[in-house]
């Protein structure tokens, strides 16, 4: 069975450049979140429990959940995203476990997920690693990349731990700001897992 390595970062973290690296020296990736809002847009028996949830105008004409609309309601009402969670997450669980067992005979493999940690998904992880950088420059990344207001970036990063709390969970931390050089970091993680299967 191939070792799970758990990454995950703040919003605007880079921790999608970093898997991005990953993938580019043959690692297998899960991307949780992209692969929920696959789930959403294909599987009727969640987008039922999601319309009962919040109501069916929360589908567009297609049938289809309205992701943005849904975003604009979860992440302003702690107790919503929690339920929208709660139907969500063991899709993507049970998804990563028919994932993973494709690629079990690969060194190792990844699952990346902006809360890996909140959602108990670390759980699935053998080693996991956070990607973080300064608060005020991830708000800066997601600000030019989204095109979204300061407030709206602070309401989103506030539903996720506290650095610090991420710091103390994850295994290894990886630095992704102007002081450090990223990729020679990861470079060195490949080879710790590939030679000895662990990251440190």
């Not at 969640?46 to 289809?64: K, P, V």
């Not at 604009?72 to 339920?83: M, N, S």
């Not at 969500?88 to 028919?98: S, T």
């Not at 600000?143 to 103390?168: A, C």
Request: glycine share 6%; aromatic share 8%.
């Amino acid at each position: 069975m191939a070792l799970t390595i758990g990454i995950t970062g703040g919003i605007g973290s880079g921790k999608t450049t970093v898997c991005n690296v990953f993938k580019l020296m043959g690692v297998p990736v899960f991307e949780a979140d992209m692969i929920a809002g696959q789930i959403m847009d294909t599987n009727r028996e969640l987008q039922s429990e999601i319309s009962a949830l919040f109501g069916n105008d929360i589908c567009n004409c297609h049938g289809l959940i309205n992701k943005k609309k849904l975003a604009g309601i979860v992440f302003k009402d702690q107790a919503q995203l929690e339920k929208l969670n709660k139907l969500v997450h063991p899709a993507v669980r049970d998804e990563f476990l028919k994932w993973s067992d494709r690629y079990k005979n690969f060194p190792y493999i990844i699952m990346e997920a902006a809360i890996l940690l909140e959602s108990g998904f670390h759980k699935l992880a053998d080693f996991t690693i956070l990607v973080t950088a300064p608060e005020d420059e991830r708000i800066i990344r997601v600000m030019k990349r989204d095109g979204v207001t300061l407030s709206s970036v602070r309401n989103r990063i506030s539903k996720q731990y506290p650095e610090s709390k991420k710091e103390e969970m994850a295994d290894l931390v990886l630095y992704n700001d102007n002081n450090h050089l990223i990729i020679p970091e990861i470079i060195k993680i490949d080879k710790k897992i590939r030679e000895y299967g662990k990251i440190w």
